[in-house]
Each structure stands twice: as C-alpha cells, then as structure tokens.
C-alpha cells in the first residue's frame, strides 16, 4: 500500500501537540516507517501592535492536521486514540477518505510561500491612536459598530467625538 494525504480534525489550538503526539506515538510502537509526513499547516504574518511589527503565526486550517501516512488498521487506531482528536474528515464510520495528492502540494505551497513572504495583518486595539493613509488627523479608536449589512468596522473619533 502507498502513503496517502488524510486530513485528522483535532480539538483548536491543540493542532500542534496532536502531530507531536503522533508521531511519538508512532516511534514508541514502531510505526515510524508507515508515516511520511505529520504537519500544521501554518504561514507567518507580521502584525502591527501598539505600532510595533510582530511576527505572529497563523493556521490555514485551524483544527486540523494533515498526516500523510500508510493507512493500516494499526495507524488508523493509533491517529483515532490521540488524545484530542475527533476523528478523520470526509470519514465514513469504516474507513477514512483521503484527499488528492494536487490538494496536498497545493496546501504544502501555501505554507512554503506564507514562509518566504510573510503576509501582513493590520489589526488595532481600542484606545490605539491611528493616522489613516493620507488624513492629517489623528483617530482614537473607542469601539466597534457591528452592522450587518456593512459588517464588522471600527468607531473612530477625533476632535469633539464624531461618529460615522
């Protein structure tokens, strides 16, 4: 049998110690041959806090980990077990579906161009002070308005307390 791309749903934030949990696990019963690959797919970001550049992590998939594998019923046991993990995406109840290997280079793309060029994310917080692109005004940012029919934007406020 040949190694192939499964997508195993993980418990949020905990995508990372279940690919490390795996691939203990695989070396302590002597499995390490069956698995080829065990990632988080993952692009570096640069975010603007409090007017520094931070560089910050972000997951494609959050939730998810990607484990290119042979899958027997020994491997399939082993991946169901980790702790924090829910099962296999796109799982019938007697054997996961694995996805195309074009999808697979295609995330592992993704991943190796979020590394070289890092993205930026521009995210405030209320009370941060902001110079918006051509404006000579300085904005104080107090809070968010959430309309729907226009989504999530920010209040800003200059001079007597303006509100749009």
Known sequence: MTARWYIVHAYSNF????????KDQ?????????FDEVMVPTEKVVEVRRGRKVDAERKFFPGYVLVKCDLTD???HLIKNTPKVTGFLGADKSKPVPIPDA???RIKG??????DRPKPSVSFEIGETVLPAGETVLLSLFGADSDPARGDRPSLMF???AHY
């Open 103 to 105: 999808e697979a280079e």
């Open 15 to 22: 995508e990372n110690k279940v690919a490390q949990s795996i």
């Open 74 to 76: 020994e491997v399939y």
């Open 110 to 115: 993704q991943v190796a161009e979020g590394v």
């Open 159 to 161: 001079g007597r307390g």
């Open 26 to 34: 695989a070396a302590q019963r002597g499995l390490t041959e069956l």
